[in-house]
């Protein structure tokens, strides 16, 4: 098979499509012929080697695909050979076959082209995970979601308004909160111009956010408490601002707040399929109904993954950047 190799830490140059030993399903495994994957931030990390696959995972890049089932390893039941699939990736998505623990598959939302259906493992398990799971978001609560233009923040947008939620994003750009906008946020903070705290707060009637999913890190964790809401729970799962921080415990006692941070990659596999397992039931229906559509950006061949990562870097994009086989 063919993968995206990376050579040595780097920039985007050192990535390089090669010949590589086939993948192979293990025990309990299922082989994917990839049709696409999809870029995330943790795989520019990877290629500067800043991050660092788990242990047993693919050396090769790639956290998410969609594909088709060409082999079944043993004790593997529930799947044939065939089967149209989306698949939550410890690693390997930048390549032409990858190996994947079954409870990690997902079937693909009636309505979405297989290709698109690159870009949904991720989002909808980290949005999943940490919004519904974790935060227990609810209808009428409100929910800040920092980024809100990137992949996680799209289908967050989206889901949590699904869920009857009103929805607060912050990105950099008027185009990026137009976009937001249309996928369901009615307030909106240009983060460059605008201090997000007294925002929301205006917005809300002095009460702020019930849920904050947070990808800023140490930079946002004193604002991220002083704008929630009594009772209310923040969710951190990206360190683009750093990652040690500060923040007045004094504050976020008064608001009974709970702070939690998350990373999905280093979860047990046991809990990456209880997780699969509750966003095919709880949000595969809403993708079905149109509540939440899949945003790709653009759509790159996966030998010019480089490519890929310079418009991600960038923050060119709305949405996902795919990458196709
Ligand atoms: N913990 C986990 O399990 C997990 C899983 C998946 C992703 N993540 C993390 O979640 C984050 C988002 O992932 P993604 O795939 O959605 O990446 P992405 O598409 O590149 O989105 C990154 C977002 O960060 C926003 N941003 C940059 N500076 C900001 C600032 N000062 N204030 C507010 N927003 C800012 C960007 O907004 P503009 O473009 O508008 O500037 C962009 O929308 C990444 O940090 C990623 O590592 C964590």
């Known amino acids: 098979m063919h993968a995206v190799v990376i050579t040595e830490p780097g920039g985007p140059d050192v990535l390089r499509w090669q010949e590589v030993p086939d993948a192979v399903a293990g025990p309990g495994e299922v082989l994917v012929r990839v049709t696409a994957s999809a870029v995330n931030r943790a795989d520019l990390l990877q290629r500067q080697g800043f991050y660092p696959p788990p242990r047993g995972a693919s050396a090769y890049p790639g956290l998410e695909c969609s594909g088709v089932i060409a082999a079944l390893g043993d004790g593997v039941g529930g799947w044939s050979v065939g089967d149209e699939v989306t698949a939550l990736l410890a690693g390997g998505g930048y390549a032409e076959l990858v190996a994947v623990p079954a409870g ?11 290709l698109d259906a690159a870009g949904l493992a991720e989002v909808a398990c980290t949005v999943w995970s940490n919004v519904v799971m974790d935060a227990g978001l609810s209808a009428g609560d409100v929910l800040l979601v920092h980024g809100g233009a990137g992949g996680i923040g799209t289908f967050a947008i989206q889901a949590a308004a699904a869920l009857g939620a009103r929805v607060a994003v912050t990105a950099g750009s008027a185009d990026k909160l137009e976009r937001c906008r249309e996928l369901g946020a009615d307030i909106l903070v240009n983060y460059r111009e605008q201090d997000f705290v007294e925002a929301v707060k205006a917005a809300t009637e002095g009460r702020g956010a019930d849920v904050v999913l947070d990808v800023m890190g140490a930079a946002y964790l004193q604002r991220n408490v002083d704008v929630l809401a009594t009772g209310g729970r923040i969710q951190v799962i990206g360190m683009q601002g750093g990652t040690t921080g500060e923040i007045n415990l004094g504050v976020l006692m008064g608001k009974r707040g709970q702070l939690r941070a998350t990373t999905l990659r280093a979860r047990p596999a046991s809990e990456k399929a209880a997780i699969c397992a509750r966003v095919a039931a709880e949000a595969w229906p809403l993708v079905e109904s149109g509540a939440i559509s899949t945003v790709t950006d653009r759509v790159i061949p996966l030998r010019d993954a480089a490519e890929a990562h310079r418009v991600v870097e960038a923050s060119e994009h709305v ?7």
């Open 104 to 114: 990690q598959l997902m079937p693909v939302p009636r309505g979405v082209p297989l």
């Open 319 to 325: 949405g996902k950047v795919l990458l196709a086989v």
